[in-house]
């Protein structure tokens, strides 16, 4: 588990920091992942940089992991807390979420916002 809350820890560090490159260099060739701005799925590195680029130009993210959990499908789950703020810094929202992650060859593979807990 260690490794993973280490993995999870830096890509919302490097999330935080809008550091695209850092991003994409936690992300495994299969990424695949639900696309929460636009609607659709991101499916591997090229449309996962763009998806993390557009990301970038629309709002900051301060995202902080509270508690990793592994859970019986291999999928972990991190608790975190996140505040979305405007172009100018002021604040949006802020809220709690658990996001699940798949991780293979230590390079995260899969993310899935969940909409309520239990849900995988």
Known sequence: ???????LTRHFDAT????LEAVVAQLHPDIAFANVLEGGEVVGLDAAR???ERQFAMAGV???LVRV???ADGWI???VEIALRRPD???WSQNTA????LIRDDLIVGIDPLPDPGTR
């Open 1 to 7: 588990m260690a490794k993973a809350e280490v993995l």
């Open 50 to 52: 763009g998806y993390f």
């Open 69 to 71: 959990r592994r859970q």
């Open 62 to 64: 301060d995202i902080s």
């Open 98 to 101: 658990i996001i699940a992650y």
């Open 16 to 19: 935080r920091r809008r550091d």
């Open 77 to 79: 789950h991190a608790d």
């Open 89 to 91: 810094g002021r604040l």
